[in-house]
Protein backbone atom coordinates (compact mmCIF):
# COMPACT_ATOMS: atom_id res chain seq x y z
CA UNK A 1 0.00 0.00 0.00
CA UNK A 2 1.13 3.34 -0.80
CA UNK A 3 -1.05 4.96 2.09
CA UNK A 4 -2.36 8.68 1.87
CA UNK A 5 -0.01 10.55 -1.36
CA UNK A 6 -0.46 14.32 -2.48
CA UNK A 7 0.94 15.83 -5.14
CA UNK A 8 2.87 18.28 -5.61
CA UNK A 9 5.53 18.44 -3.14
CA UNK A 10 6.08 21.77 -3.28
CA UNK A 11 4.20 24.90 -5.78
CA UNK A 12 5.05 28.81 -6.23
CA UNK A 13 2.25 30.68 -7.32
CA UNK A 14 1.62 34.14 -8.04
CA UNK A 15 -1.53 35.97 -6.46
CA UNK A 16 -4.45 35.38 -8.09
CA UNK A 17 -3.44 32.26 -9.47
CA UNK A 18 -5.14 28.37 -9.32
CA UNK A 19 -4.05 25.35 -8.98
CA UNK A 20 -5.56 21.66 -7.12
CA UNK A 21 -4.07 20.03 -4.62
CA UNK A 22 -3.83 16.07 -5.86
CA UNK A 23 -4.72 13.42 -2.69
CA UNK A 24 -4.99 10.05 -2.99
CA UNK A 25 -5.52 6.63 -0.20
CA UNK A 26 -5.51 3.11 -1.09
CA UNK A 27 -6.75 1.86 2.26
CA UNK A 28 -10.39 2.16 1.07
CA UNK A 29 -10.60 4.72 4.11
CA UNK A 30 -14.01 6.43 4.48
CA UNK A 31 -13.15 9.45 5.87
CA UNK A 32 -10.36 12.06 4.27
CA UNK A 33 -9.19 15.09 5.53
CA UNK A 34 -7.22 18.42 4.35
CA UNK A 35 -5.62 20.74 7.06
CA UNK A 36 -3.21 23.19 6.92
CA UNK A 37 -0.34 23.90 8.72
CA UNK A 38 0.79 27.55 9.59
CA UNK A 39 4.68 27.74 10.69
CA UNK A 40 5.12 27.21 14.40
CA UNK A 41 1.48 26.67 14.65
CA UNK A 42 -0.91 22.93 15.13
CA UNK A 43 -3.25 22.24 12.16
CA UNK A 44 -6.43 24.08 10.87
CA UNK A 45 -9.33 21.73 9.13
CA UNK A 46 -10.03 23.06 5.83
CA UNK A 47 -12.34 20.34 4.67
CA UNK A 48 -13.49 16.97 5.55
CA UNK A 49 -15.59 14.22 3.52
CA UNK A 50 -17.36 11.06 5.21
CA UNK A 51 -17.81 9.20 2.20
CA UNK A 52 -17.89 9.75 -1.91
CA UNK A 53 -20.59 12.30 -2.98
CA UNK A 54 -19.98 13.88 0.87
CA UNK A 55 -18.39 16.58 2.07
CA UNK A 56 -17.90 19.34 4.80
CA UNK A 57 -16.91 22.77 5.67
CA UNK A 58 -13.86 22.82 8.59
CA UNK A 59 -12.31 25.71 10.15
CA UNK A 60 -11.44 27.47 7.53
CA UNK A 61 -13.09 27.07 4.29
CA UNK A 62 -12.70 30.42 2.71
CA UNK A 63 -10.81 30.34 -0.71
CA UNK A 64 -11.15 26.26 -1.05
CA UNK A 65 -13.08 24.28 -2.69
CA UNK A 66 -13.34 20.15 -2.78
CA UNK A 67 -14.67 17.33 -4.17
CA UNK A 68 -15.14 13.75 -3.25
CA UNK A 69 -16.53 11.62 -6.26
CA UNK A 70 -14.07 8.81 -5.85
CA UNK A 71 -13.43 6.64 -2.06
CA UNK A 72 -9.96 7.23 -3.22
CA UNK A 73 -9.50 11.05 -4.48
CA UNK A 74 -9.88 13.90 -2.53
CA UNK A 75 -8.50 16.64 -4.42
CA UNK A 76 -8.43 20.60 -2.83
CA UNK A 77 -9.21 23.71 -4.88
CA UNK A 78 -7.26 27.06 -4.43
CA UNK A 79 -9.15 29.35 -6.34
CA UNK A 80 -7.39 32.89 -6.82
CA UNK A 81 -4.65 32.20 -4.72
CA UNK A 82 -3.65 35.13 -1.82
CA UNK A 83 0.05 34.96 0.48
CA UNK A 84 -2.29 34.18 3.29
CA UNK A 85 -2.78 31.08 1.72
CA UNK A 86 0.83 30.47 2.11
CA UNK A 87 1.18 26.84 3.93
CA UNK A 88 1.94 23.64 4.34
CA UNK A 89 -1.13 21.10 3.41
CA UNK A 90 -1.79 17.70 4.63
CA UNK A 91 -4.17 15.69 3.00
CA UNK A 92 -5.47 12.84 6.27
CA UNK A 93 -7.63 9.77 5.99
CA UNK A 94 -9.22 7.79 8.63
CA UNK A 95 -11.03 4.19 8.44
CA UNK A 96 -14.69 4.03 9.25
CA UNK A 97 -15.51 1.14 11.93
CA UNK A 98 -17.47 0.33 14.54
CA UNK A 99 -14.97 2.64 17.07
CA UNK A 100 -14.93 5.03 14.82
CA UNK A 101 -13.65 7.83 17.39
CA UNK A 102 -10.69 5.90 17.98
CA UNK A 103 -9.18 5.42 14.95
CA UNK A 104 -6.05 7.19 13.88
CA UNK A 105 -5.75 9.50 11.06
CA UNK A 106 -3.00 8.86 8.33
CA UNK A 107 -1.09 11.29 6.61
CA UNK A 108 0.46 12.50 3.42
CA UNK A 109 4.11 13.66 3.17
CA UNK A 110 1.91 17.15 2.49
CA UNK A 111 2.51 19.88 0.10
CA UNK A 112 4.34 23.22 0.24
CA UNK A 113 2.83 26.05 -1.10
CA UNK A 114 4.08 29.84 -1.23
CA UNK A 115 2.00 32.41 -3.08
CA UNK A 116 3.96 35.33 -3.96
CA UNK B 1 -16.21 23.85 22.25
CA UNK B 2 -13.74 21.00 22.18
CA UNK B 3 -10.06 21.95 22.70
CA UNK B 4 -6.39 21.08 23.27
CA UNK B 5 -3.81 22.61 25.30
CA UNK B 6 -0.01 21.91 24.89
CA UNK B 7 2.95 23.03 26.61
CA UNK B 8 5.17 25.95 24.75
CA UNK B 9 8.13 24.53 23.03
CA UNK B 10 10.47 24.38 22.42
CA UNK B 11 12.07 21.82 24.31
CA UNK B 12 15.68 21.18 24.98
CA UNK B 13 16.89 18.16 26.62
CA UNK B 14 20.89 16.20 26.98
CA UNK B 15 20.67 12.60 25.65
CA UNK B 16 18.80 9.76 27.98
CA UNK B 17 17.21 13.09 29.82
CA UNK B 18 13.47 12.14 31.07
CA UNK B 19 10.56 13.78 28.73
CA UNK B 20 7.30 14.98 29.52
CA UNK B 21 5.16 17.26 27.55
CA UNK B 22 2.02 18.03 29.10
CA UNK B 23 -1.03 17.99 27.31
CA UNK B 24 -4.96 18.94 28.36
CA UNK B 25 -7.88 19.00 26.91
CA UNK B 26 -11.78 20.11 27.20
CA UNK B 27 -14.44 18.37 25.52
CA UNK B 28 -18.25 16.85 25.85
CA UNK B 29 -18.51 13.42 26.04
CA UNK B 30 -15.68 10.87 25.90
CA UNK B 31 -13.07 11.56 23.18
CA UNK B 32 -10.36 9.37 22.16
CA UNK B 33 -6.99 10.99 22.80
CA UNK B 34 -3.84 10.92 20.50
CA UNK B 35 0.04 11.45 20.55
CA UNK B 36 0.96 12.43 16.76
CA UNK B 37 4.42 13.00 15.96
CA UNK B 38 5.89 14.84 12.70
CA UNK B 39 9.66 14.53 12.03
CA UNK B 40 11.13 17.68 9.85
CA UNK B 41 9.81 17.69 6.12
CA UNK B 42 7.39 14.44 6.58
CA UNK B 43 3.52 14.10 7.66
CA UNK B 44 2.40 13.45 10.80
CA UNK B 45 2.32 9.85 12.54
CA UNK B 46 0.44 8.32 14.72
CA UNK B 47 2.53 7.56 18.09
CA UNK B 48 0.52 6.05 20.55
CA UNK B 49 -3.38 6.35 21.62
CA UNK B 50 -6.14 5.91 24.35
CA UNK B 51 -9.71 5.65 24.19
CA UNK B 52 -11.07 6.17 27.39
CA UNK B 53 -10.36 6.74 31.18
CA UNK B 54 -7.36 5.57 32.65
CA UNK B 55 -6.16 3.51 29.30
CA UNK B 56 -2.54 3.99 28.53
CA UNK B 57 -1.32 4.38 25.32
CA UNK B 58 2.40 3.11 24.67
CA UNK B 59 5.07 3.02 21.66
CA UNK B 60 8.78 3.03 21.31
CA UNK B 61 9.02 4.14 25.21
CA UNK B 62 6.77 6.63 25.39
CA UNK B 63 3.64 6.54 27.12
CA UNK B 64 0.78 8.72 28.21
CA UNK B 65 -1.74 7.83 30.10
CA UNK B 66 -5.63 9.59 29.82
CA UNK B 67 -6.59 10.85 33.11
CA UNK B 68 -10.48 11.96 32.89
CA UNK B 69 -10.37 13.33 36.66
CA UNK B 70 -7.18 15.98 35.56
CA UNK B 71 -7.90 16.06 31.66
CA UNK B 72 -4.72 15.24 30.79
CA UNK B 73 -3.15 12.95 28.46
CA UNK B 74 0.52 14.07 29.31
CA UNK B 75 3.49 12.85 26.71
CA UNK B 76 6.32 10.88 28.74
CA UNK B 77 9.70 9.03 28.02
CA UNK B 78 12.21 7.92 30.56
CA UNK B 79 15.06 8.16 28.15
CA UNK B 80 15.36 10.64 25.41
CA UNK B 81 17.33 9.81 22.22
CA UNK B 82 18.63 12.35 19.42
CA UNK B 83 16.40 10.29 16.60
CA UNK B 84 13.47 11.93 19.24
CA UNK B 85 13.98 15.05 18.18
CA UNK B 86 10.76 16.14 16.10
CA UNK B 87 7.05 18.02 16.77
CA UNK B 88 5.09 16.34 18.97
CA UNK B 89 1.23 16.90 18.96
CA UNK B 90 -1.50 15.95 21.23
CA UNK B 91 -4.87 15.17 19.59
CA UNK B 92 -8.72 14.00 20.63
CA UNK B 93 -11.97 12.54 18.28
CA UNK B 94 -14.59 15.24 18.34
CA UNK B 95 -17.04 12.99 17.07
CA UNK B 96 -19.61 15.55 17.86
CA UNK B 97 -22.80 14.86 15.50
CA UNK B 98 -21.06 12.09 14.42
CA UNK B 99 -18.76 14.29 12.29
CA UNK B 100 -15.34 12.58 13.28
CA UNK B 101 -13.14 15.58 13.37
CA UNK B 102 -10.03 15.59 15.18
CA UNK B 103 -8.77 18.48 17.32
CA UNK B 104 -5.16 19.12 17.39
CA UNK B 105 -2.84 21.33 19.45
CA UNK B 106 -0.21 23.54 18.27
CA UNK B 107 2.14 20.96 18.66
CA UNK B 108 5.56 20.82 20.97
CA UNK B 109 9.05 20.95 19.35
CA UNK B 110 11.24 18.59 20.82
CA UNK B 111 15.38 18.83 20.37
CA UNK B 112 17.51 16.36 21.99
CA UNK B 113 21.36 17.13 22.18
CA UNK B 114 24.23 14.30 22.08
Known amino acids: NAGVTQTPKFRILKIGQSMTLQCAQD?????MYWYRQDPGMGLKLIYY???????DKGEVPNGYNVSRSTTEDFPLRLELAAPSQTSVYFC???????????????FGPGTRLTVL | GNSVTQMEGPVTLSEEAFLTINCTYT??????LFWYVQYPGEGLQLLLKATKADDKGSNKGFEATYRKETTSFHLEKGSVQVSDSAVYFC?????????????FGTGTRLKVLA
Open chain 1, 92 to 106: ASSPRTGLAVSNEQF
Open chain 2, 27 to 32: ATGYPS
Open chain 2, 91 to 103: ALSDHGSGTYKYI
Open chain 1, 49 to 55: SVGAGIT
Open chain 1, 27 to 31: MNHNY
